[in-house]
């Protein structure tokens, strides 16, 4: 009489924990192949920008002017009082400066794999010199 409850519960118990590390295991595969951005990442599989300037102008909240070879960016609605009007332009986590130009030059824009506009408070991480704003810029 025992051995049959024995049994059962044993089966119980293999199904229980058979059933949960398959999910596990294919949500884990499914996490590892899907690119996850932060709230507010732009970004886009389609590589035909000729230039920085071309992607940015997708991006919301970022206004750019001028021509080819003076072209200048700013985050709409940020202004200070005692710089430029540019944006910081951070790659990868690496301050490039609020030049766009420089920061043109430094990667090949089918690298990217996404821009984040940074505003306010959340510019503050970067002190004064993202009183313009920040634009982050992640590379593949």
Do not use: W
Not at 115 to 136: E, F, I, Q, S
Request: net charge negative.
């Amino acid at each position: 009489m025992k051995l049959p409850i024995i049994i059962s519960t044993i089966a119980v118990a293999l199904l229980f924990f058979g059933c949960s590390t398959s999910e596990t295991s294919t949500a884990e595969i499914h996490n590892r192949s899907v690119n996850i951005h932060p709230e507010g990442a732009v970004s886009d599989d389609n590589n035909y920008y000729r230039s920085l300037a071309d992607y940015l102008k997708k991006v919301p909240g970022i206004n750019i002017s001028g021509s080819e070879n003076n072209q200048i960016v700013t985050v709409r609605g940020i202004s200070s009082f005692n710089s430029g009007i540019e944006p910081l332009f951070v790659i990868d986590g690496v301050v490039v400066g609020s030049n766009y130009s420089q920061a043109s030059n430094m990667l090949n824009v089918q690298d990217i794999d996404y821009v984040r506009v940074l505003k306010g408070a959340d510019a503050g991480l970067y002190g004064v010199r993202g009183g313009n704003g920040v634009v982050l810029i992640v590379t593949r």
